[in-house]
């Protein structure tokens, strides 16, 4: 299994960035397709972007497309949310998650470890 912890959220103004990280332990890193998922008050949580196992392969919603860029660095067993020209409506817990298929998807149910998530507030 692996471990997941985020980092770098906080409180940013419309039009700027902000990077997340997620940093994983356990074994087999390189092995997981990961994904960034996130969730805004009162809404369920939604596909943001997710990576494959070498980084070859992303995907994005179309809310993100162009203005994040997931990434990941194996040898450092960590994983990337640039985030730019942040809108408030991006406000929201981002949560990084593992699945150990290896295959990058887009729905929550497929993905095996999640951590406990990182604040992004966009302010007007």
């Known amino acids: 299994q692996v471990q997941l912890v985020e980092s770098g959220g906080g409180l940013v103004q419309a039009g700027g960035s902000l990077r997340l990280s997620c940093a994983a332990s356990g074994r087999s890193f390189i092995s997981y397709a990961m994904g960034w998922f996130r969730q805004a008050p009162g809404k369920e949580r939604e596909f943001v972007a997710a990576i494959s196992l070498s980084g070859g392969t992303t995907y994005y919603a179309d809310s993100v497309k162009g203005r994040f860029t997931i990434s990941r660095d194996n040898a450092k067993n960590t994983v990337y949310l640039q985030m730019n020209s942040l809108k408030p409506e991006d406000t929201a817990v981002y949560s990084c998650?593992?699945?150990?298929?290896?295959?990058?998807?887009?729905?929550?149910?497929?993905?095996?470890?999640w951590g406990q998530g990182t604040q992004v507030t966009v302010s007007s």
């Open positions: 998650a593992a699945d150990r298929s290896g295959r990058p998807g887009t729905s929550e149910n497929v993905y095996d470890y």
